[in-house]
């Protein structure tokens, strides 16, 4: 591994994990303590849930205007998620943060982790894991902005993330949301060594 100057790009982190782990929460956190990070804002074609600000948690758009974008090119990745909604990632965001010298954070799901690891292969991949399965599961229920069958469905391909921890660069335990945001803000200002 070569050593890695402070002069270089700033860092494209991304984080994953499985469905309910925390991810939403991690991200907010980072927005509101951490203004010197750039988060990528999704494009989603699922409904806004109440609370959520288009433009500020997703942009919301309809299945044609996301497949219009598909086809000019205009995600770094995209997935269909727990089979239903379509999210992306929108490139030209992305570039311009980082050109304009600020750390970027993507909050996306598995399937877009690893499309971004064959064509960013640079960047740092984070699974964000929960302190236990038990605990995932209380936290998917308590939710409680799923019908049974979506929450069945996101439970099974939880299970199926959670084995995916091993093809990430860094681990980190979401035991507190503090702590766990302090952590991956610090991964995105230095290059540990533990990344070769
Ligand atoms: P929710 O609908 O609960 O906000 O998010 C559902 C899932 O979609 C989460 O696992 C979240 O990480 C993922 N997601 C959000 N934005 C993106 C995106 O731009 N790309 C991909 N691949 N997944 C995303």
Redesign the pocket.
């Known amino acids: 591994m070569t050593p890695m100057s402070s002069a270089e790009a700033p860092r494209l982190v991304v984080l994953?994990g499985p469905?309910a782990v925390g991810?939403?929460t991690i991200s907010a956190y980072v927005r509101t303590h951490f203004p010197q990070v750039w988060l990528?804002v999704?494009?989603?074609t699922?409904p806004k849930r109440p609370g959520e600000v288009d433009g500020v948690h997703?942009h919301f758009v309809a299945e044609q205007e996301f497949q219009r974008l598909i086809d000019a090119g205009e995600f770094l990745?995209?997935?269909q998620?727990?089979g239903r909604?379509y999210?992306?990632?929108p490139r030209g965001p992305v570039e311009r943060a980082l050109a304009s010298g600020r750390p970027a954070l993507?909050?996306?799901?598995l399937?877009?982790a690893r499309q971004i690891r064959e064509t960013m292969p640079e960047a740092l991949f984070v699974f964000l894991e929960p302190p236990s399965w038990d605990e995932l599961v209380r936290r998917l229920v308590g939710r409680g902005t799923e019908t049974e069958e979506e929450r069945t469905v996101r439970l099974e391909t939880a299970k199926r993330e959670l084995a995916a921890a091993s093809e990430f660069d860094v681990v980190i335990t979401n035991d507190d949301v503090r702590r766990a945001s302090e952590e991956l803000v610090s991964l995105m200002s230095s290059r540990p060594s533990a990344q070769s």
């Open positions: 994953a469905t991810k939403g990528s999704s494009m989603t699922r997703y990745e995209y997935a998620v727990h909604a999210y992306g990632t993507l909050e996306i799901d399937q877009g």
